[in-house]
């Protein structure tokens, strides 16, 4: 398949001697190529870095997540021996 799109792409730009048209058509092609050559490969060997930059995104919500749990837990926390502090008090 590359290589049929290689001798596509050099024939398209053969072509464009004769009218530059076709070398707008090589460069779509190789553009086009290229782009879903990025979209299928996966893994760290990719060279745009969207996993990576995908797996920061995953960690900074996670990192947010955490820091609002263990805010709002400390609070639920002190609020809940308050109460349970004052139905002890209440008992009695």
């Known amino acids: 398949m590359f290589v049929l799109l290689l001798i596509l792409t050099a024939v398209l730009f053969g072509v464009g001697f004769l009218h530059p048209i076709w070398w707008v058509a090589a460069a779509v092609l190789v553009f086009a190529a290229t782009r879903h050559g990025r979209d299928r490969?996966?893994?760290r060997s990719?060279?745009?870095g969207s996993d990576l930059g995908e797996y920061r995104d995953y960690e900074e919500r996670r990192d947010r997540v955490e820091r609002w749990d263990r805010r709002y837990s400390?609070?639920?926390?002190?609020?809940w021996r308050r109460e349970d502090r004052r139905d002890g008090e209440h008992r009695r």
């Open 41 to 43: 490969g996966g893994g």
């Open 74 to 79: 400390r609070q639920n926390r002190a609020r």
């Open 46 to 48: 990719r060279g745009d």
